[in-house]
């Protein structure tokens, strides 16, 4: 069975860091994209980050966030520095079954998902 399993949630105070691990079972995932989403109560879906030929970042990201992935482990990361109260929502991890250049994160391209993680982030 293929499965994506997030870990690395929690609560953590404004400026603080928290590093998300996703790791996927029953096939490789080297040959796709992985990326991260992220819903807050209330809201859509948005995308975070992806890392496919290169990385991408959501603005609301870009220079506190950063995307890794370990294809030997089959695992995905993403390294959240600086966090900001609006950073809270639970954070989903998903594979796309392409790789290539990642310009954009649509949710409907992304086939696997994993249950979420729960960010907090208190002011």
């Known amino acids: 069975q293929v499965q994506l399993v997030e870990s690395g949630g929690g609560l953590v105070q404004a400026g603080g860091s928290l590093r998300l691990s996703c790791t996927g079972s029953g096939r490789s995932f080297s040959s796709n994209t992985m990326g991260w989403f992220r819903q807050a109560p209330g809201k859509e879906r948005e995308p975070v980050a992806a890392?496919?030929?290169?990385?991408y970042y959501h603005d609301s990201v870009k220079g506190r966030f950063t995307i890794s992935r370990d294809n030997a482990k089959n695992a995905v990361f993403l390294q959240m520095n600086s966090l900001k109260p609006e950073d809270t929502a639970v954070y989903y991890c998903?594979?796309?079954?392409?790789?290539?250049?990642?310009?954009?994160?649509?949710?409907?391209?992304?086939?696997?998902w994993g249950q979420g993680t729960q960010v907090t982030v208190s002011s």
């Open positions: 890392i496919g030929w290169n990385t």
């Open positions: 998903a594979t796309k079954p392409t790789i290539g250049g990642v310009y954009f994160m649509s949710p409907s391209e992304y086939t696997r």
